[in-house]
C-alpha cells in the first residue's frame, strides 16, 4: 500500500513538474569550458546552424548587449577586478531545448587584461540537432540598451525601451523616447548623439523619473558620440576639468560623466560619454528664486543656420544667437539686446564702462581660459551658453560651456598655441584703464591651474580612460 502512494506520489511530482517547465520560461545556464574533444563529439553529430541558436544572454539578471552582425554579446563586470575574476552566472532567458558552454576558458586570464584589451571568447549552443559559436566580450563599462522597431531619428522623438546593466547596481528596465542629437556630426559623421528621455508610458507620452545608475534620480540624460575623436578622450577629460573648476553652486556647473556601451536593438552603436543634461529651470535658480521667471538663455549657434534652428538672432559679425529659455511673458531677444548693443558700442571709454558694469567678469575671464586651455576650436563663436541675469533693473551676463567635443587642438595643430579670439575679453584687456582686468585674470588662471589645470590632475584623469 505505502508502495502504491509512493508511486503515485512520484507521478505527480513528475507531472507538476512537467507542467512548470512547459508553462515557465527556462533559463539554460552556460556550463564551464569543456574539453576540446566534447567539443568536438558535439560537432561531430550535429549539423552547424544557419542562424544564432541564442541571442539573448543574462548574467545574473543583467541583460547583456549583443551585436547581430558580430554575433557578440558584451557582459559588463565593472572596473575594480584587477587579476580576479568575479563570479559569473550566465543565463539564456526563454531559450529551449538549448545547451550552452565555453569553448574558450575566460579564467586563465586575468580580468583586466581581458577587459582592457577586449579579449573575445567563445561560447558553443547546441540542440541535438544542431550547434552554433558565438562571442563574448567582457567590459568595464556599464552597457545601455536602446530597444525600438524604428530607427533613431534626427531630432524627432520615437518610443524605446531603455534597458541599463552596470555591474554592482540594480539594473533598469524602463520606458523611454529617444532621438539622435547634434548638428554637423548629424551630416558629417557616421555615429551621432542620442539623448533619452525616461516616459511613464510605452508609448513615449508623459516624461517620468528614474533612479539611473551613476546619474541618479533624472528624468533624462544624453549619449555624446565623441564622434570627432577616435581616441574617446576629449570630450570626457574637458567635462572632467570643468568639474575641477566649476562650483556646485553655480548655474551651468559640474555635470558627472561616464563611458558607456551603447546598443540599439541588436546593433552595436559603439562606446559614448554619457552625461546628464542640463534642466535649464533647476541651474538658473541657482542664481536666485525667482531666477526662472526674470532671466533668460541663449547659446552661440555658430555662423550657419540650419533648419531645426529656431528663434535665433544675428549680430553684427554674422554669429547666431539661439534662444534656449526666455524669461515668463517675454519675447523676442530682449534679454541678449543689451549683450548685442554693448558689442556694437564704437566708443572705447563707453564700451569699457558698459562692459565691466554688465559681465560677470570672473564668469567670462573663466570661460575664456577654460578655453584657452583646452583648446576648444570651436567654443569661442559657438556651443557657448550666455546666462541673462537680471539684475537691479539691468542685465548682468555669465558664460558656460554647452559642448566640448572639439577640443585639445582638434581642427588644426596650429591653433594649438594661439589665442582663440574673444572680442569682448580681448577689447578689455587691451584698454585694461587701471590693470584690474589683466590682475584678474591672472589670479583666475592662477586658481584654475591649482584646482584642476596640472599634470597630476590631468594625468590621473588620462589613467580613468
Not at 584698454?431 to 591651474?449: F, S
Request: charged share 25%; aromatic share 12%.
Amino acid at each position: 500500500m505505502r508502495f502504491r502512494i509512493l508511486l503515485a506520489m512520484t507521478a505527480l511530482f513528475a507531472v507538476i513538474v512537467c507542467v512548470i517547465a512547459a508553462a515557465s520560461p527556462y533559463a539554460p545556464v552556460v556550463e564551464p569550458v569543456q574539453e576540446i574533444e566534447a567539443i568536438w563529439a558535439i560537432e561531430d553529430a550535429r549539423r552547424e546552424s544557419e542562424t544564432p541558436l541564442v541571442t539573448r544572454l543574462e548574467n545574473h539578471g543583467q541583460a547583456l548587449g549583443y551585436d547581430a552582425e558580430s554575433n557578440t554579446f558584451y557582459c559588463t563586470l565593472g572596473m575594480e577586478n584587477a587579476d580576479t575574476w568575479p563570479d559569473i552566472h550566465l543565463t539564456a532567458p526563454d531559450a529551449k531545448g538549448v545547451r550552452l558552454c565555453f569553448v574558450d576558458d575566460y579564467s586563465y586570464d586575468w580580468c583586466q587584461d581581458a577587459v582592457r584589451d577586449g579579449y573575445e571568447y567563445q561560447i558553443m549552443a547546441y540542440t541535438d540537432t544542431e550547434f552554433f559559436y558565438s562571442y563574448i566580450v567582457f567590459t568595464g563599462l556599464p552597457i545601455i540598451r536602446l530597444d525600438t522597431d524604428e530607427a533613431l531619428l534626427p531630432h524627432e522623438d520615437i518610443p524605446v525601451e531603455v534597458a541599463i546593466s552596470a555591474a554592482g547596481k540594480a539594473p533598469l528596465h524602463a520606458h523611454g523616447r529617444a532621438h539622435e542629437r547634434g548638428d554637423t556630426s548629424l551630416r558629417m559623421r557616421p555615429k551621432h548623439g542620442i539623448k533619452v528621455e525616461f516616459t511613464r508610458n510605452s508609448d513615449g507620452t508623459r516624461k517620468t523619473a528614474q533612479d539611473m545608475p551613476f546619474l541618479g534620480e533624472t528624468d533624462e540624460f544624453i549619449l555624446l558620440a565623441c564622434s570627432m575623436d577616435q581616441l574617446l578622450i576629449r570630450d570626457k577629460l574637458s567635462w572632467d576639468l570643468w568639474n575641477g573648476i566649476a562650483s556646485n553652486e553655480e548655474p551651468f556647473g559640474p555635470r558627472e560623466t561616464t563611458y558607456c556601451e551603447v546598443f540599439a536593438g541588436d546593433m552595436y552603436l559603439g562606446i559614448y560619454v554619457l552625461m546628464r543634461p542640463f534642466d535649464y529651470v533647476t541651474e538658473l535658480s541657482r542664481l536666485g528664486e525667482d531666477a526662472p521667471s526674470t532671466d533668460g538663455l541663449y547659446r552661440l549657434a555658430g555662423r550657419s543656420v540650419h533648419e531645426f534652428d529656431k528663434a535665433l538672432i544675428q549680430d553684427h559679425r554674422n554669429i547666431y544667437y539661439e534662444q534656449h529659455y526666455l524669461p515668463a511673458g517675454a519675447q523676442g531677444h530682449g534679454s541678449i539686446q543689451p549683450y548685442l548693443d554693448m558689442f556694437a558700442q564704437e566708443d572705447d571709454a563707453l564700451f569699457y564702462a558698459q562692459a565691466l558694469d554688465m559681465l560677470d567678469i570672473d564668469s567670462v575671464i573663466r570661460y575664456v581660459l577654460f578655453v584657452q586651455a583646452c583648446g576648444m576650436t570651436d567654443n569661442e563663436c559657438n556651443n557657448l551658453y550666455i546666462i541673462c541675469h537680471r539684475d537691479q533693473g539691468g542685465y548682468r551676463y555669465l558664460f558656460a560651456p554647452w559642448d566640448l567635443d572639439v577640443s585639445w587642438g582638434r581642427d588644426d595643430e596650429e591653433n594649438a598655441e594661439v589665442w582663440y579670439e574673444f572680442p569682448i575679453l580681448d577689447r578689455l584687456l587691451e584698454l585694461d584703464v587701471n590693470g584690474d582686468v589683466r590682475a584678474r585674470l591672472l589670479e583666475i588662471w592662477r586658481q584654475m591651474r591649482e584646482k584642476a589645470f596640472n599634470e597630476e590632475n590631468i594625468g590621473r584623469f588620462l589613467k580613468m580612460v
